[in-house]
């Protein structure tokens, strides 16, 4: 503590991945708190394929806290971001062994700015707000000297960005508190545990998504008789078998167990009323497709899974990907003018956009936007700290270096 309070400007930047759920969370019995009606299992993506950067940084020179969304300013105060980090604070001042503020070294009551950049389109149902919110709270840890249990925070700025403070497989255990104190996340295997393992990303489409997951959780929760039974007689079975597949790198139960889930949970989204539609005609093309691939083939080797949104998330097994993708390219020829993604929205915290990423895209039609066939690498770690001062999003002013 006692650096940042000699130095002007104190900085740190940090990345976090986006994780993917094989084991689905939809649904929450507390909105504030983000507590869950059932625990989930998730795997963390390479941060190669999809990451989130944050800088933050704090300074007795600013005199408001401020927010910058891939190079544009968002709202501070949105009430998830302000809860992130008044836990972050607290922890900070417990700590430091002080209850009042005046007592801590001075760097606490200092403002600070953060800027977020994703690499990916903020809300088209890749886990933004899970990247997001993982990063915020990794890099405010290292900016006020926390360590120990993180994931409790960051799920009170996302729930599901508590499963990206671990790489490789993940649960996030449901608990039973009211508080929440014991829903938290820890990893079940690591990103090393599965060599052969490979996640590809499909990417149908990079615009905003019609139903936000936080409306229609509620709406389902509200509605759903579906997703009652799912979460108290389906879930929890699943989840230690899912947990068995993995430890056994059993591909074949792992990938038959993450596609029956992810369709129940789009059924669930069908179950809701009205009913919610996140997948399109390009998802269900997709699933034909991985279905006839493995009928073909006899067994299962290629799983699909689909969050809130219409993006595919595949796994595979490294021996399996080449051929896969050529499957997929005949599928989708590409368009005469493949080559440009579809503009993107901008919006506030969690719902603003930047370009799609690299990679060729391929689509039947120019307005399904691009479906980007990313690299498959294996699953990846959880947050790391950025050690190149020249990565900060932030300069020496505490100003974004360059708009995106």
């Given amino acids: 503590g006692a650096m940042a309070e000699e130095r002007a400007l104190a900085m740190v930047t940090c990345t976090a991945p986006v994780n993917i ?3 689905k969370y939809w649904g929450k019995r507390d909105n504030d708190l983000i507590l869950p009606i059932n625990s989930s299992l998730s795997v ?27 190079g ?21 001042r417990k700590r430091r062994g002080g209850s009042a503020e005046d007592a801590a070294p001075l760097s606490l009551s200092y403002k600070i700015h953060i800027a977020t950049e994703n690499n990916f389109p903020t809300a088209a149902g890749l886990a933004s707000s899970a990247a997001g919110y993982a990063c915020l709270v990794s890099a405010l840890a290292r900016l006020y000297g926390v360590e120990g249990e993180l994931s409790e925070v960051a799920r009170r700025g996302s729930g599901s960005a508590c499963r990206s403070m671990f790489g490789g497989f993940v649960q996030w255990q449901r608990g039973e508190r009211p508080d929440g104190r014991d829903s938290l996340a820890h990893q079940v295997a690591p990103e090393t545990h599965w060599p052969e393992l490979r996640v590809l990303v499909l990417v149908v489409s990079g615009e905003k998504k019609q139903v936000g997951s936080t409306a229609g959780m509620q709406t389902s929760v509200a509605t759903s008789p579906l997703l009652k039974h799912r979460a108290e007689a389906v879930v929890p079975e699943r989840l230690a078998l899912m947990i068995r597949h993995i430890r056994e790198r059993d591909f074949e ?61 595949i796994f595979t097994l490294a021996d399996t990907v080449a051929e896969f993708v050529e499957v997929v390219r005949r599928s989708f020829p590409p368009a005469a003018n493949g080559d440009q993604a579809a503009p993107q929205p901008r919006g506030g915290w969690g719902g603003g956009g930047v370009p799609a990423g690299s990679g060729a895209p391929w689509c039947q039609d120019p307005t399904t936007a691009a479906l980007n066939l990313s690299p498959a690498p294996q699953p990846g770690p959880g947050p790391q700290l950025v050690d190149d001062p020249s ?4 300069g020496e002013d505490g100003l974004p270096r360059r708009c995106a």
């Fill in 44 to 70: 963390t993506l390479h941060q190669d394929q999809l990451k989130t950067t944050t800088t933050a940084a704090a300074s007795r020179d600013f005199t408001e806290d401020r927010l910058w969304l891939n």
């Fill in 72 to 92: 544009e300013e968002a709202d501070v105060g949105h009430p998830r971001l302000q809860a992130c980090l008044r836990e972050v604070r607290r922890l900070a």
């Fill in 21 to 23: 759920a094989v084991i």
């Fill in 253 to 313: 139960g792992f990938g038959q167990l993450a596609m029956q889930d992810s369709n129940q949970f789009h059924a669930t989204c069908l179950d809701t009323f009205p009913p919610i539609f996140y997948l399109n005609d390009l998802s269900r093309h997709i699933i034909a497709l991985a279905h006839r691939f493995n009928a073909h083939h006899g067994r299962t080797k290629v799983a699909y899974t689909f969050d809130a949104g219409p993006n595919a998330v």
């Fill in 391 to 394: 990565q900060h999003l932030l």
